[in-house]
Each structure stands twice: as C-alpha cells, then as structure tokens.
C-alpha cells in the first residue's frame, strides 16, 4: 500500500513540474502602482447590480491610468468572510480596501480600527474613522425622478414598489420614489413590497406577479438581484399581451433585459463614486469621511437614453431635478 | 508511532486520503486546462491557511461550526436517519444563544454558558420534533428536516425583526459582553491578535469525545447504533426503536445548536436578519460523510473542508485563479470523497498488479 502512495505522489510530483511553464502568469500586483482592491457582499460581483457597478468603476480606472494601478476582488459568500477578505489585502499592504454595501459597515469598521496605517472605503455606510472613506447616496432624490415618470405614465393608477431588505439605504429609494409619484399624481394607489433579500429572484419575480394581478402597470425596484424575477415577470406579462413595465435600479438596466420592459433606470452611480476616490488616492488626495452623493453631483439619476419616456414626461422630470437641485423642493429621506 | 502509521494505512483512512489526493489532482488537471498554474494556486492556498498566525486562527475559527454540524449528521447517520436539518438546528442554536445574550444581564460565569445551554436546547428540540415526527408519525425525516429548516429562517427571522432588533440596522443587537465567549479582546490586547477565536473550538473537541462517549461506552448508545444497523432486530431485541429516533434526533439537533450558539457568541455577536442559510448544516452532511461517522473523522473532515473554504479565496489572491474554477477543484474533492468506490476501484486496480507482479 505504501508503494501505492509513494507512486502517486511521484506522478504527482512529476506531472506539476511539467507543467509548471504552461501556467498563467501571477495576475497579481507586483509593486507598480498603487494596489486597489475591492470586496463584495453576499450579491457577488455579477449580480447585474451594485457589486458589478463599483467593479466596473475599478475596471475603468485601469483602463484610465494603466500601468499606474492594480486592481483585484474577493467575493464573500458568507458573512463571515467579510473580515478575513478586506484583511486579505490589508495585510498585503494595498493601498486602499473597498467594502460594498450597508451589510458590511460593522466589519469595516472593526478592522479600520484594528489596522489604523491602512486606508478603506465603503460604499452606502458611513464608517466614522479616521482612515475610512464613505460615500453614500442620495437615493431620495433620483427616486422622487422616476416616481415622477411612473406617476405621470400609469394608465391604472396603481403602482408598485419592490425593496430588497428593510434598511435604510431601500428606505429612502421608497421615500423618494413614493413623493415623485404623490407630486404628480397625488390620488395613485402605491403597494409595498419587501423580499428580505437581495439575491432571490424567484421572490422577486413573485412579487411582481401579485402586484401585476392587483392591477398595477408600473414597478419600481431596489432590490439587487431579486429584480431580476421582477424583469422576468414583466416579460411574461408583456409577452402575453399586458402592457406593464419595470424600472430598474443601479445601473441602466435598459441594456441587460431590454427596452421592450424597462421603463427608465434610477442610476446609482456607485461605479463614478469608486472611480473617483480611487482616483483620488492615486493622485495622493484620499479624504476620509463622509461624501454624499445627489442630483447636484450626478451621483444619482435617470440614464441618457430614455426611448420609452414621451417629451413632455422628460420635460417635466427635468423641472423637478432643477427644483431638487436649487433646494426648491426638499425630498424625503424617509 | 506504529499505532499511527497502522492507523492511516487502514482501508478505511486510506480510501479519504485517496479520495482526497485524486480530487486535488483533478482540479490540478481543470486549472492547467483554464490556463493556471496548479502549483502556485495549491501553494498560495496553503499559505493562506497556515501562512501566518490570523489567517490560522481564522481558520479555525471556519473549521469551529462544521465540526458541530458534522457531528450533527453523523450522530443521527448512526442511529440510520438522515438529518438534513442541521442548517436549521443551527440556526435555531443561534436564536437561543442570542435571546438569552441580548436579553438577560447576568455575571459571566452564568451568562455565556446558560447561553450555549439554551441554543443546544433549541437545537435539540428543533432536532426533537422531526424524530417524534418520525418516530409517531412515520413521516420521512428527511422532508420533514428540510421543511423545519426553511421555519427556522423564517421564525428566527420574524423574532429578530421585531423583537430583537437594533435600530436602522440588519440584524440583532449586540450580545452582553458577558455572555461573549469570544477570546478577541483579550487576545488582542495581549498580543495585538485580531483573529476572532472563541471557546467554541475547545466546547467543539469536546462535543467530539461526548459523542464517543454516548455512543459508544453507554447503554442508550448501543442501542441507538443497534436501531440503527436494524431497527426490526433492535424491537425484537425489547429495544423501543421509537424512542431512540427521537432521542438520536434530539441529540443530533443539540450539537447543531452548539454550533450556532457558539457562532453568535463568539463570532458575530449578534445574528442577522439573513436571507439564506448560513451553509453550515449542509457542509456538515458531506463533513460526516467524509469523516465515515466517526467523531475523529468528522474533525478531520472539517478540517479538510474548512481549510479548503477558507483558502480558497488565497487561490485567487495568490494564482489569479477566478473563484469558479475553485469552486470546480473544491466539489472534485468532494466528489471524489464521496463517490468512494470509484476510489475502492482505483486502489484494487493496484492491489490486483500487485499480486500479478507476486
């Protein structure tokens, strides 16, 4: 039995060292540049949503700079994985550590306390530390825009919301989006409803089928993921002859599931916010604190091309984002 | 020495060991085809698990709740049930252990232990209720584990966010710091060590030897093996096979509970308002599986697993290797583990040249 062993560990031995030459070369940094890394929540980094957003604002700093940064990514499956991934590159000394998402603010925190030289972010949480940088987002203020659209677009009358969990960064994109509509429309029905997740589309798509049924045309979602059940719902719909549409949330979700559907975005630009500190910290100028990001910075907002929205409707948004941005109208946070 | 040579030439340590080797080797195999170089990617893993002293810990710390859960499996794998429900044991440990933390003040020396006390409690009896299913009912106990699981996220959901709930935020409040279990404060004020180890580990070592113990060196143990090798035997025998279901799930269910008490308690602090299982219950199925049942095996088997889950993401850091192509080399392993015959068929292939070659 022992010569067995001893077999196979000489083949195995004997087939690595062949086949060292064929392997990629390290992909990691190398100490050109500053070193940027970045981790996910639970979503992933190809959740079509947030996580992907602020990889891509990383992508494209790469591609801005070149050879004067690195970047790199740890997907956290677990919740327990937060704190050993953003230690993963801390320790490594990287220059500067993003954390995705309200979820995991807490870890954050704990280890920017317990690593003061090192420099983090997050995205959605303000971490009150010296070495953190936050940026959060004026979700109130792009939402009040398209509830604005769906209220001036509703044949109904009814419209719906679907929120991923019951926190505030969601709260306020139900705020907003509930005093765009009332401002347009003050007599429009307006369902609730909370998934508890942002990764189940089947719950999404649920969602979406009991609001379509109690008559409602228009859907906005904030909901990662889960939205896509949203999507998917509306195209069967449509599909059978229902004239019912969805709003997407994040990124201009019109390129991944397609015009025929989806009414407008309510961007969230997590991808500029990235890019731009990191770009800041490239230059030498990393700020910790607190950044928000609304109208006024183009943080949040409805994308360029909106194919389905008539003139008028888009005249009418553009008058309210002036009156948001002059402070004429104060939107509700919560 | 000789017992621990003897010990890992045995058939039954031998057929892990190759399974293991093989896995290794095949997601070796898929990794040179993606382009990546194995050796740097093994290497890099291994550093992230035993490279240096926070990421050791930290593995520890990931090995801590499958040695639980796995022993939950395997526990009722030899009274002849299979409980799917580790997951939601767990979880329901979790609650316990968080009511009794948030909501009581108590010195330490009752706090944290009355805490792990209560969630073994609500594990067993999470356990419990699908053995008296079973036992009464003839309702098969892997249906009625799988849904008992699905109600413990939703009702353990439902209690934090409405009754345990801190302001604004996803999840409970923070436990007392007397019912922490947690050695972070004292060790990281001591020697500057941020990983977060906890009690748990050692209360894990010896859940282990209980469940030798039970099993083994006592009355009601043999009996539950007894129903297990054959129920009908064990009636005939004068054994109540019924109460025995239950207490096996029972028992079962308490060192999934034991897992997720000493998680909250020494992990988290708090428990979240999750939107999936925390994945520990079903790690433990194959973590029994590998471990053969047995208490030693079901520690090395978590070891195995939660080295491999926690390196994993060293694989990418280290060789690049995108985490799809780890996930492909983790589930070879697994599979190699637990299709053992294929692994039973290699090695008779060499025994047979063997004695041709005699």
Redesign the interface.
């Given at each position: 039995?022992?010569?067995?062993l001893l077999?196979?560990l000489v083949l195995?031995l004997a087939?690595?060292t062949l086949?060292?030459g064929?392997?990629?070369d390290?992909?990691?940094a190398d100490g050109q540049g500053a070193k940027i890394g970045m981790v996910t929540d639970?979503g992933g980094i190809n959740d079509n949503s947030f996580n992907q957003s602020a990889w891509e604002g990383l992508q494209r700093l790469e591609k801005d700079l070149g050879d004067k940064v690195n970047i790199?990514n740890?997907?956290s499956?677990?919740?327990?994985?937060y704190?050993?991934?953003l230690?993963?590159f801390i320790?490594?000394n990287w220059d500067l550590t993003w954390g995705i998402g309200?979820?995991m603010g807490e870890d954050v925190k704990k280890v920017a306390d317990?690593n003061p030289d090192a420099k983090l972010a997050i995205i959605d949480s303000f971490v009150d530390a010296p070495n953190v940088a936050s940026v959060t987002f004026k979700e109130h203020e792009g939402s009040f825009l398209v509830g604005v659209v769906a209220g001036l677009m509703t044949k109904s009358n009814k419209i719906g919301f679907v929120g991923g969990?019951?926190?505030?960064v969601i709260k306020r994109f139900e705020a907003g989006f509930k005093a765009g509509v009332k401002a347009v429309k003050p007599d429009a029905e307006i369902a609730i409803n909370y998934t508890?997740?942002?990764?189940?589309s089947d719950l999404g798509k649920a969602a979406a089928s009991t609001m379509y049924d109690q008559g409602v045309d228009i859907i906005f979602h904030a909901s990662g993921s889960t939205g896509d059940g949203v999507f998917n719902e509306a195209s069967d719909r449509k599909s059978a002859g229902n004239n019912v549409w969805v709003i997407g949330v994040d990124k201009d979700q019109a390129i991944i599931f397609g015009d025929e559907i989806t009414l407008t975005s309510m961007m969230k630009r997590v991808d500029e916010a990235i890019y731009q500190v990191s770009k800041d910290l490239v230059e030498g100028n990393f700020k910790a604190g607190l950044v928000e990001l609304g109208l006024k910075e183009n943080g949040v907002g409805l994308p360029e091309n909106n194919p389905n929205i008539p003139a008028d409707v888009l005249k009418k948004v553009e008058e309210y984002k002036e009156k948001i941005v002059s402070g004429e109208i104060e939107v509700p946070a919560e | 020495m000789n017992k621990l040579v003897k010990l890992f030439?045995k058939e039954s340590s031998?057929i892990p060991l190759?399974a293991i080797?093989l896995g290794l080797?095949f997601g070796?195999l898929v990794?040179?085809m993606g382009?990546?170089?194995?050796?740097?990617a093994y290497a890099s893993l291994f550093k992230?698990v035993f490279g240096?002293l926070?990421?050791f810990g930290?593995t520890i710390?990931?090995i801590t709740p499958l040695i639980f859960t796995g022993l939950s499996v395997a526990f009722a794998f030899r009274t002849g049930l299979f409980n799917i429900g580790a997951e939601g044991q767990f979880v329901m440990g979790s609650l316990g252990a968080v009511i009794i933390g948030t909501q009581l003040s108590l010195p330490w020396y009752i706090h944290a232990p009355l805490a792990i006390l209560v969630g073994a409690l609500f594990g067993g009896i999470w356990g419990g209720i699908a053995g008296y299913l079973k036992a009464k009912r003839g309702v098969h106990e892997v249906i009625t584990t799988i849904m008992l699981n699905w109600i413990s996220l939703y009702f353990s959901?439902y209690i934090i966010?409405n009754y345990l709930r801190e302001p604004?935020?996803?999840h409970s409040e923070m436990i007392k710091p007397t019912a922490s279990i947690s050695l972070l404060n004292w060790l990281?004020e001591a020697f500057g060590y941020?990983a977060?180890l906890h009690w748990g580990t050692i209360i894990a070592l010896i859940a282990a030897f209980i469940f030798f113990i039970i099993l083994w060196k006592t009355k009601q143990g043999y009996e539950l093996r007894a129903v297990g090798f054959n129920p009908h035997a064990s009636e005939y025998a004068g054994m109540n096979v019924n109460r025995n279901i239950i207490n096996a799930m029972f028992i079962g269910g308490v060192f999934a509970g034991l897992g997720g008490a000493v998680e909250i308690l020494g992990?988290?602090n708090y428990q979240?308002?999750?939107?999936?299982f925390?994945?520990y219950g079903f790690d433990g199925i194959a973590v029994a599986l590998i471990g053969a049942n047995t208490p030693v095996g079901v520690i090395l088997a978590s070891i195995l697993f939660g080295s491999l889950t926690?390196g994993a993401?060293?694989m990418?850091?280290?060789?690049?290797v995108p985490?799809e192509v780890i996930r492909v080399v983790i589930a070879s392993v697994i599979f190699f583990v637990a299709a053992s015959g294929i692994v039973t068929y290699i090695?008779s292939l060499?025994k047979r040249k063997?004695k041709e070659v005699l």
């Open positions: 039995m022992k010569k067995v077999l196979i195995t087939m690595s086949l060292v064929c392997g990629a390290k992909e990691t639970v790199d740890a997907e499956t677990k919740a327990t994985d704190i050993p991934n230690n993963q320790s490594a309200f979820l317990q969990m019951d926190i505030p508890g997740a942002f990764d189940k | 030439t031998l190759m080797l080797l070796a990794m040179i382009g990546y170089n194995p050796i740097i992230k240096d926070y990421n930290e710390r990931q959901n966010a604004g935020q996803q990281s941020n977060r992990v988290f979240t308002i999750a939107a999936g925390p994945g926690y993401p060293g990418k850091f280290g060789a690049g985490i090695l060499f063997k």
